[in-house]
């Protein structure tokens, strides 16, 4: 049986119990299945030690996790793109792409669980996601501003290429699958392709 740990940390409990609603769900993970995922003896209520309840743990490792993801977004929004816009768009899918596979378990738990906890997962979209589109836009903006694109619409582009590019690692996520069930190297090719393509690049 499971003892308990003293050199659990609320790191520790927040990562494990993201990775258990994520898998199992929020309603199907007890405050004692955590425990016991952290080393703690299960029924030793060591857990509220550091959160008083299951829905405050939720709370605290979205907010958490959360924190770190718009540091992350606001340096990428802060850098300076390129000028190849090719180069650029490949910058932004690595991007984009490492940041979704850093938090896989917190993507699935957001899909999961978003009808449950609405407002909590908003703040997650406005903080992180919308971020990502914000600065799509920008750049499109930008070029076309410079006459680089004919785009009339950045916005609706920006929406379209990134919602393409997200598609890929969230299939994954869920089922298990890519699209076509594509390698991540001949996903990426076509999109830049077709992002090329879309934006009609001159000079």
Not at 108 to 133: N, S
């Amino acid at each position: 049986m499971a003892r308990t740990t003293p050199g659990v940390t609320r790191r520790r409990i927040l990562d494990e119990a993201v990775h258990l609603f994520a898998t199992r769900g929020y309603d199907a993970t007890s405050v004692a299945d955590i425990q016991a995922a952290c080393g703690l003896n299960p029924g030793s209520g060591a857990l509220y030690k550091h959160f008083p309840s299951k829905a405050a743990l939720l709370e605290a490792a979205v907010h958490d996790n959360l924190s770190r993801l718009t540091a992350r977004a606001a340096e990428t929004a802060d850098a300076r793109l390129p000028d190849d816009p090719r180069e650029a768009l490949r910058i932004l899918a690595d991007v984009v792409w490492a940041f979704m596979a850093a938090d896989r378990d917190l993507i699935r738990l957001m899909i999961r669980e978003f009808t449950g906890f609405p407002e909590l997962f908003e703040r997650m979209w406005q903080g992180v996601v919308a971020t990502v589109y914000r600065r799509g836009t920008e750049w499109i903006t930008t070029l076309r501003d410079q006459g680089r694109t004919p785009v009339t619409d950045p916005e609706a582009t920006a929406a379209v290429l990134v919602a393409s590019l997200t598609y890929y690692p969230i299939l994954d996520v869920l089922i298990g699958h890519t699209p076509g069930d594509l390698a991540p190297d001949r996903f990426l090719a076509a999109w830049l392709d077709h992002a090329v393509a879309a934006l009609d690049l001159r000079g």
